[in-house]
């Protein structure tokens, strides 16, 4: 598939996808050989101890997926394909880029932020309930709130929010669009890096970008195309999860968890515990769409879940499958949605690659649920599951629209 329209599936008659809080996952079980789309051996991790180990462990790392030697690992290039992004580098270098941004990132500094987020989210909601009923709550309240907040944080104030969406797609396509397709909306993506990096060397600011751009003239040794890489990643990655998960949420809460939704407004407590299990139980992505797992590679023989894996070899945790572990989580978001998290989840991965941006998703999350429901008690779908317009062909699925009443 290559038109603009394989990213959505609307209008293409394929067959209805289920929400991804009803997917099927991979039963936790020992490690097990497998291939990727690219034909490259695979051993694919599920059970939560196994996955957790293959996150943490340093005989395993992202690096070693693109050595000279390395086998390929995805049949079109994407975002998280780039050798000089933060994501694909390893050890001291790492730890060196990431503590030019992690400072932004940490609960205390999130904490600064709530005050504003929370205004954010109850000027959405203001204007969707001027817009009136129904309303596509999207393009009213999904899509716009990790934009606004990501913008006002790297001071972005006239970000294109199509453009983004555009370069967001093509950057985490796995189906969706042609390399050559991806590469050119890449390639802008990147001009549009640069030209931020360039305003804040002339004009720095407050911003999450003038703290990098400070950082890195400490450091000495960030490259140009590092800094880019840095930019462009957090401008993806600071609204695509956020709006991932509160799409894909929302299709849970007001089909199948509606009994939740007057809880979750009752205080933000609830809408917090809520937030934990639902970004554990409601994936992010659709296994059937691409091979699952954060790809690691061995850089020595490393023993398993009681399996020895041999150096050189291509790793796949699967978080999806370790935050459904059976052994660890023991009820389903039906029984468990208020109760805390048994285990640590590994939505966001674990060890050096943690997610930078975890607690502002969490922050949204929770404020954005907790506001809704108290805003929009009434608050329904208006029409059926089966009818909901997905994403498709990328490593994250969400409705491109959902049409709500109330």
Not at 71 to 77: D, G, L, N
Not at 183 to 202: D, K, P, Q, Y
Not at 220 to 229: D, P, R, V
Not at 365 to 386: I, N, Q, S, T, Y
Request: hydrophobic share 45%; net charge negative.
């Amino acid at each position: 598939m290559s038109t603009e329209n394989s990213a959505t599936g609307a209008g293409t008659g394929i067959a209805p996808l289920p929400p991804l809080h009803c997917l099927r996952h991979l039963e936790p079980g020992p490690p097990r050989l497998a291939a990727l789309p690219t034909g490259t051996p695979v051993w694919l991790v599920s059970r939560h101890a196994d996955v957790r180990q293959v996150l943490t462990d340093p005989r395993l790392g992202r690096a070693p997926l693109y050595a000279p030697d390395a086998p390929p690992v995805t049949v079109t290039p994407n975002i998280l394909d780039d050798p000089q992004s933060m994501l694909n580098i390893d050890g001291t270098e790492h730890q060196r880029l990431r503590r030019t941004v992690q400072r932004a990132f940490t609960p205390r500094a999130i904490a600064r932020w709530k005050p504003w987020v929370a205004s954010v989210v109850e000027s959405l909601i203001d204007e969707l309930i001027d817009h009136g009923s129904p309303a596509d709550i999207v393009a009213a309240y999904t899509r716009p709130l990790p934009v606004a907040v990501i913008s006002r944080l790297m001071g972005l104030d006239n970000l294109d929010g199509k453009r983004l969406a555009h370069w967001s797609d093509h950057a985490l396509s796995t189906t969706a669009y042609t390399a050559e397709a991806i590469s050119t909306a890449m390639t802008e993506f990147a001009a549009f890096g640069a030209e931020v990096i360039a305003e804040r060397r002339a004009a720095p600011g407050e911003d999450l970008v003038s703290g990098l751009l400070a950082a890195a003239a400490d450091d000495g040794s960030i490259t140009e195309g590092q800094l880019i890489a840095l930019v462009i990643g957090l401008v993806m990655a600071g609204h695509e999860t956020t709006m991932t998960s509160l799409g894909n949420v929302l299709v849970y809460l007001l089909e199948d968890g509606r009994e939740a939704w007057q809880r979750l407004a009752s205080d933000e407590a609830s809408a917090a515990a809520a937030t934990e299990q639902i970004l554990r139980a409601v994936p992010l992505g659709d296994a059937q769409e691409y091979m699952p797992g954060l790809l690691r590679r061995t850089v020595e023989d490393v023993e398993i879940g009681g399996v020895v894996i041999p150096a050189g070899s291509v790793v796949a945790a699967d978080a999806n499958a370790a935050n459904q572990d059976p052994s660890v989580y023991t009820g389903d978001l039906g029984t468990e949605l208020f109760s805390p998290l048994a285990a640590p989840m590994l939505t966001f991965g674990a060890g050096p690659h943690h997610c930078l941006g975890a607690w502002l998703a969490r922050m949204e999350l929770e404020l954005a649920l907790h506001r809704l429901a108290r805003r929009l008690p009434a608050l329904r779908m208006a029409g059926p599951v089966d009818g909901i317009d997905w994403r498709r062909g990328l490593l994250t699925r969400s409705p491109n629209a959902l049409q709500v009443s109330w």
